[in-house]
């Protein structure tokens, strides 16, 4: 359903618009986790986080109507940023983002600075997505995924193809997963360049559709989450995702809140790096032993996002 040429594409489509995110081996984490562990930055990536690279590539394939009739999406928070960067690297005038009221005030902040309506609602994705898909309805305004499109699963994919090119050798990626296009394009980029290496998502046990899913045989989508630090995690698995990931992910794990906010103390302490909850759920699996057979291996842990604010940091800390 997506190839490795398919991301291929995406990378060279939309590298113009986005960041090489540097492949960082952390001494301290390693020798805490007892494995080689590099981390893959996606909070260096623009707009804090990985979510440029699927909105880049989606909205480059819409047609000169589909975009004359204005952009919308729906988000926790990342996305919507992700979609501002590429409406403003492609010189898109009209969209409108929908995102749950209670996200993240630095994604909020940001959000504010691009040439975007916002719209905040609810307090759940689905809330901001079913408005989002009502607006569209209502306007014929195109709607951009945010993960269930094989399209944006492509260029969210263009952050595992640069991993695989950066290591010679791996034996374990370990990826956050909320809506799974994330975990679907890495895996189908690392599957084609490093046949043996394992791939493992991580959902916050608040959110653990993922998992059921994998149990199910089925994407289960929307979800009813419990409450969680890492939004950008919580609700459902994406169907096509989904698809694309189910015969090549080894499997899914789960992390708890307090072991999402120690790895993120972790990770400052150790390269002072900040990383949001739902950023961090990779770093937390490792370091907290959710994946067995790690002890000595190279593993990489992608960081997703670093979209958090100084109160939420420092109630955390």
Excluded at 235 to 242: A, D, E, I, S, V
Excluded at 260 to 266: E, P, Q, S, T
Aim: proline share 4%.
């Amino acid at each position: 359903m997506v190839s490795l040429a398919d991301i291929e594409a995406a990378r060279d489509a939309i590298a113009p618009h986005v960041l090489r995110t540097p492949l960082l081996r952390s001494p301290a984490l390693s020798e805490a986790a007892g494995c080689d562990l590099l981390l893959k930055l996606e909070c260096r990536q623009h707009t804090g986080s990985f979510k440029p690279r699927g909105a880049l590539n989606k909205i480059r394939t819409l047609s000169a109507a589909e975009r004359d009739r204005g952009i919308v999406a729906a988000s926790a928070g990342n996305h919507a940023l992700g979609v501002a960067h590429a409406c403003q690297a492609f010189g898109l005038r009209q969209a409108d983002v929908f995102v749950q009221g209670n996200a993240a005030p630095a994604k909020i902040a940001k959000l504010r600075r691009y040439p975007v309506r916002l719209h905040l609602v609810g307090t759940t994705f689905e809330e901001a997505q079913q408005a989002a898909l009502a607006h569209s309805r209502a306007t014929g305004a195109t709607f951009v995924p945010a993960y269930d499109d094989l399209v944006v699963i492509a260029g969210q994919g263009t952050a595992g193809l640069e991993i695989a090119e950066d290591v010679d050798q791996v034996d374990a990626v370990v990826v956050p997963v909320g809506g799974g296009a994330l975990l679907a394009g890495i895996a189908v980029a690392i599957r084609a360049r490093h046949p043996k290496a394992r791939i493992v998502g991580v959902n916050p046990e608040a959110s653990p559709s993922a998992l059921l899913s994998w149990r199910r045989g089925a994407a289960i989508d929307p979800y009813d989450h419990e409450e969680t630090l890492a939004h950008g995690l919580a609700g459902g698995l994406g169907t096509l995702p989904f698809a694309v990931a189910r015969e090549i992910v080894n499997e899914i794990v789960l992390v708890s809140e307090s072991e999402l906010k120690r790895a993120m103390a972790a990770l400052i302490d150790a390269e002072q790096v900040l990383a949001e909850a739902s950023g961090i759920a990779a770093v937390a699996a490792v370091l907290y032993g959710k994946v067995a057979g790690l002890a000595g291996k190279r593993v990489v842990a992608v960081v997703s996002g670093g979209n958090i604010d100084a109160a939420t940091l420092k109630a955390i800390l």
